[in-house]
């Protein structure tokens, strides 16, 4: 969504997170580490496992000697030292010392450092200097990142690093390029949606990771149906992708139903995009815009024949957009939904919050007098502020305004139907959208703007809500719902 105040950008798609070498990986973290003096691993590790708190109230050179000494890389702030040696901590009183723990301790550290590509440009020292802008319908904040002192270091390994930019050089100004893609589940050391990353942690909260979080599969023979959705920004330029694989997102995830929005497809492209569905799939259903050709555009696909589908909402033309695709099944209906944003300014936001909004909320609860409703997509709106990485820089940010919050509150929470990913996770930062200026995606700044929404008669048969964050191709992840029949 564009933002009111804020300049529009464009770019390609991030690259994903190819999995290291451990050969490579090993010139990046070190060898073993030097005798520096200080507690050996074994001393040091046992106690601040003994006392975890001490970490906190550690200084700056006790973090750094320690990290040292256990052969972890010990840059940036305080509170990267202390993010470094509680993962380092934790995952060795799981499993013991390895060489997966130092890989990932390894990349947090990493990650947290910026060099930039200039030689004259001028050292920031320390001082963060905030800058908005958007990515075509959301925006973000981006900050600047103190110049280490082993400029010269840092670029001989950003040429020989596999990943690029992710341990690299970082230009503001220089496009993304695309780079493979894939679906496969990465290695730890690629896993950045795994750290907390919030300007405003609050106390018990903690990041999303799908490793650890997801319960386990139902008992076989339960009776249920896997749910995906995913916007996919452009799903020609999707399935082009060098190295992107729908069959095997699909062998993968096994999904009944799939939904998609920002498909920006025309109706002259659906035959032929019907003719590559997977086998089994045969059943889909496509609006498109006519009204702007190109933009936005929904879609069910599905392997299970719904008994009946409807398209639009019958609100002004904002139905000839593509927006709203209603399947009815056995046992619920399924939205999927492409919701209006407010990126156009104060006439957008009132058209949201006066006319779609309701009008969306009004035709979900008449369905709901025939059967329970599943509503889900983009619907652009980061609820609260754990659902954003920066709640306070983005207060006037199109998604996060406090109109488009309290619309969708008063619209659909208040009106019964439920949020599954929060009543799952409670104090988990999750999030779906990530912008793709200044590598998003890798530092794990994002927004959750991508529901499942049921019907209060559905809470406690969702056996799962889950997001995707390791598939990669779009700006946003998928995001899955598996619902006991």
Known sequence: MKPKRHLASSSKP???FDNMEDEKVNRLVGSTPKDIGVESDEAGIQSVKDN????EVMTVQELRTILRSIGVPAKGSKRDLVSALKVYVEKKMEVGSSHVEIEEVSSISAESV???RKANTKSISGERKAKKFSHEEHAQEIYSVPEVSALQESKRRAKKSPIGDETGEVDAKAPVKTDKISVTLPTVQSEPWTMLAHKKPQKGWTAYNPRTMR???LAEGTKSVKLLSWNVNGLRALLKLEGFSVLQLAQRENFDVLCLQETKLQEKDVESIKQCLLDGYENSFWTCSTSKLGYSGTAIISRIKPLSVTYGLGISDHDSEGRLVTAEFDSFFLLSCYVPNSGDGLRRLSYRITEWD???SSYVKELEKKKPVILTGDLNCAHQEIDI?????????AGFTDEERQSFGANFLSKGFVDTFRAQHRGVVGYTYWGYRHGGRKTNRGWRLDYFLVSESLADKFHDSYILPDVTGSDHSPIGLILKL
């Open 14 to 16: 991030a690259s994903s």
């Open 52 to 55: 975890p708190e001490r970490i």
């Open 114 to 116: 910026s060099v930039k």
């Open 215 to 217: 319960p386990p599969p």
């Open 358 to 360: 309701p009008s969306l």
């Open 389 to 397: 990485y920066n709640p306070a820089g983005n207060r006037r940010s």
